[in-house]
């Protein structure tokens, strides 16, 4: 079982910056690949960034793409979302999530979630 806490969430202006952070409890962190997704008000829940275990592969949507860094450090059992150049559209509930397979990344095939972390940015 792997518990997930995310943190690093706020109000940030447009074109501001965030790094958000999720620790995960346990001593199976490095057999996860590790996601992060966002639901904005009124919409679905949508994959952000994904890594796999090693950290060599990513994923990004194309509406991060280049301006989003996922990353993870193994010693600490933390994965990271790195949030650059933030556009109101970004604004939504930060989740994120652990899983045993690489893919595909929606909602029904993710093992663990955490609660969320609220980014807001204001126009």
């Known amino acids: 079982q792997v518990q997930l806490v995310e943190s690093g969430g706020g109000l940030v202006q447009a074109g501001g910056s965030l790094r958000l952070s999720c620790a995960a409890s346990g001593r199976t962190f490095s057999t996860y690949a590790m996601g992060w997704f966002r639901q904005a008000p009124g919409k679905e829940r949508e994959i952000v960034a994904a890594i796999n275990r090693s950290g060599g592969n990513v994923y990004y949507a194309d509406s991060v793409k280049d301006r989003f860094t996922i990353s993870r450090d193994s010693a600490k059992n933390t994965v990271y979302l790195q949030m650059y150049s933030l556009k109101p559209e970004d604004t939504a509930v930060y989740y994120c999530?652990?899983?045993?397979?690489?893919?595909?990344?929606?909602?029904?095939?993710?093992?663990?979630w955490g609660k969320g972390t609220l980014v807001t940015v204001s126009s």
């Open positions: 999530t652990a899983s045993t397979d690489w893919g595909p990344w929606i909602t029904s095939g993710m093992d663990h």
